[in-house]
């Protein structure tokens, strides 16, 4: 499974080969991946026949939404995990929604993941190896009207990306310096694990912070998002400034909007508050219920009315379209069907 082999690190797994194959299979895995060995056209049969495989995880389920500008892929570790990664085209960019963990342990009230509970921490290598598995899906079916490559990465699928820190900045340097993605473009949403969000603001790369907030006080907030009650608002606000002001970046504040618990007035003057204070932007997007929880959508209306607020509040703020809606696209859904 060359993808469990750091990039650097492919020449152990060819030994007695010219090490110019290593590299070869370098620009094959990270570069121009495909999806089958056999399209390695410039190594030799013995030599593919030696990678034992090329994907750490088989694909279960691919789904296809919005007349298919969005795949949903289900893969299954060998051990039996799943693990969700969402693809989107636009007219300028595609983005890859991926996993970090299998499952979560952060049991956030309103996510599906968050309600199947946690499995464990996927290996950097299973993280980078569904950004290649979707770039070589690109490269044979392109999405029309879309770069035919995987141009932005968000971590916002299953899992809190910085609570598997190690392996989360791994496949950060794997997708910056190895396949090309720019740190820009490339963003890492948590819930507010402070500890890692203090170190992300310590490495090279100017990646996008995303903090998911969901309420803006501490009582509401510890019951959407049980970590709260570690890492309270006022702390989040203090590391999220440190961060934007250290990469020089804005960072983006997350409201799932939950009809009748988070979209008050005074839930959306108090985000406004927050998101002037960091100068943030705020992406609001509208609840995708789940199966083991009460809360509900709000009317399109209702979501309307909540980001006219915020934005008379003074915020930079966007009503995010939910890509997928069909297709169980949100975090944990596909997975939460399929056990
Ligand atoms: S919202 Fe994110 S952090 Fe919270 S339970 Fe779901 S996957 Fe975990």
Not at 63 to 86: C, H, M, N, Y
Not at 112 to 140: K, M, P
């Amino acid at each position: 499974m060359p993808y469990l082999t750091a990039p650097e690190a492919l020449g152990e797994l060819l030994p007695g080969e010219p090490s110019y194959r290593a590299d070869q299979l370098r620009r094959w895995l990270y570069e121009a991946p495909v999806l089958d060995p056999a399209d390695m056209t410039n190594l030799p049969a013995a030599v593919r026949e030696r990678l034992g495989g090329l994907w750490p995880f088989t694909v279960e389920e691919q789904q296809s939404a919005d007349g298919g500008r969005t795949i949903k892929w289900l893969f299954r570790a060998p051990d039996g995990v799943a693990i969700e990664a969402v693809l989107m085209g636009y007219r300028s960019r595609v983005t890859l929604c991926i996993s970090s963990q299998a499952g979560c342990a952060m049991g956030c009230t309103f996510c599906a993941t968050g309600q199947f509970g946690f499995d464990r921490h996927l290996d950097a290598g299973e993280i980078t190896a569904q950004v290649a598995y979707a770039g070589a899906h690109l490269r044979e079916h392109p999405i029309e009207g879309s770069p035919d490559r995987v141009t932005n990465v968000v971590f916002m699928g299953m899992g809190e990306p910085l609570a598997n820190y190690t392996h989360t900045r791994e496949a950060i340097r794997r997708m910056v310096e190895v396949m090309g993605i720019s740190g820009r473009s490339v963003t890492v949403s948590t819930v507010g694990f402070l500890p890692g969000m203090e170190r992300l603001a310590t490495e090279p790369w100017p990646v996008t912070l995303a903090l998911s907030l969901h309420a803006a006080d501490d009582d509401l907030r510890q019951r959407l998002v049980p970590i709260n009650r570690r890492y309270p608002i006022d702390d989040l606000i203090t590391a999220a400034a440190t961060y934007a002001e250290t990469k020089g970046r804005r960072v983006t504040l997350e409201w799932t909007l939950m009809d009748g618990v988070n979209d008050t007035p005074e839930q959306a003057r108090g985000l406004a508050a927050i998101a002037r204070e960091l100068r943030a932007h705020v992406n609001v997007i509208a609840l995708n219920p789940t199966p083991l929880s009460d809360l509900q959508r709000p009317s399109a209306r209702a979501a309307e009315a909540f980001v006219e607020r915020v934005a008379a509040a003074g915020a930079n703020v966007t009503l995010r379209d939910t890509r997928g809606r069909d297709i169980d696209a949100a975090c944990g859904q596909l997975r939460a069907r399929k056990g």
